[in-house]
C-alpha cells in the first residue's frame, strides 16, 4: 500500500527551526501535488503547506514568509522547512499526497514551547 511517512518533529523553543519531512512509499502515476497540514487538539484540521508537482507553493497566512515547502518529485518526497516558530504552531503535523485520492501520513508532533 502507498505510505507516507513523517520525521523531524520534537520540541523547539519560540523563534527556533524545524525541518519536517515525509517520504512516499509506492508507485504513483500522477500525483498532483504534496502538502502539510496540521492539527492542534480540539482544533480542525487545517493546511499549512502545499506544492504541486510543477513546484507551485500555497501557504496559510498564519506561516507564509516564516515557513518554506519544498519537494524532489523524483522521490516523491516532500519538506517543511519551519523558521521562526510560534507556540500557535504546536501541532500535530500531517503530510498529504494527492493522487485520485488523498493520502496521508501518520503525524509528526511539533512542540514550540520555553
Known amino acids: 500500500q502507498v505510505q507516507l511517512v513523517e520525521s523531524g518533529g520534537g520540541l523547539v523553543q519560540p523563534g527556533g527551526s524545524l525541518r519536517l519531512s515525509c517520504a512516499a512509499s509506492?508507485?504513483?502515476?500522477?500525483?498532483?501535488?504534496m502538502g502539510w497540514y496540521r492539527q492542534a487538539p480540539g482544533k480542525q484540521r487545517e493546511l499549512v503547506a502545499r506544492?504541486?508537482?510543477?513546484?507551485?507553493?500555497t501557504y496559510a497566512d498564519s506561516v507564509k514568509g516564516r515557513f518554506t515547502i519544498s519537494r524532489d518529485n523524483a522521490k516523491n518526497t516532500v519538506f517543511l522547512q519551519m523558521n521562526s516558530l510560534k507556540p500557535e504552531d504546536t501541532a500535530v503535523y500531517y503530510c498529504?499526497?494527492?493522487?485520485?485520492?488523498?493520502?496521508w501520513g501518520q503525524g509528526t508532533q511539533v512542540t514550540v514551547s520555553s
Open positions: 498529504n499526497a494527492e493522487t485520485y485520492r488523498g493520502y
Open positions: 509506492g508507485m504513483f502515476i500522477r500525483i498532483y501535488a
Open positions: 506544492i504541486t508537482s510543477g513546484g507551485t507553493s
